[in-house]
């Protein structure tokens, strides 16, 4: 990743990505430990949600979105 100013909005968008992923790890590493079917559900969708979440992130910075740019 690229390092941006503080004042410059990627500067934070990239922190923001960073936790997303560790979330989105330690829901799925949970997933994994869980015996009830409902809670793997829970937690694998959340960590879905997360990472549709996280991929708007990347298209804000790239502008690959129509209302991004």
């Known amino acids: 990743m690229a390092t941006y100013p503080e004042t410059d909005p990627r ?3 990239q922190k ?3 936790r997303l ?3 989105i790890t330690h829901l799925r590493q949970d997933v ?3 015996d009830e079917p409902q809670a793997q559900a829970l937690f694998e969708t959340s960590a879905e949600v997360l990472a549709g979440l996280k ?3 990347i298209h804000y910075e790239q502008k ?3 209302a991004w740019s």
Request: glycine letters at 0%; hydrophobic letters at 30%; proline letters at 0%.
């Open 64 to 66: 690959k979105e129509a």
């Open 21 to 23: 992923d560790d979330l």
């Open 11 to 13: 500067h934070h968008t």
């Open 55 to 57: 991929t708007a992130y």
């Open 16 to 18: 923001i990505q960073t």
């Open 32 to 34: 994994k430990k869980l």
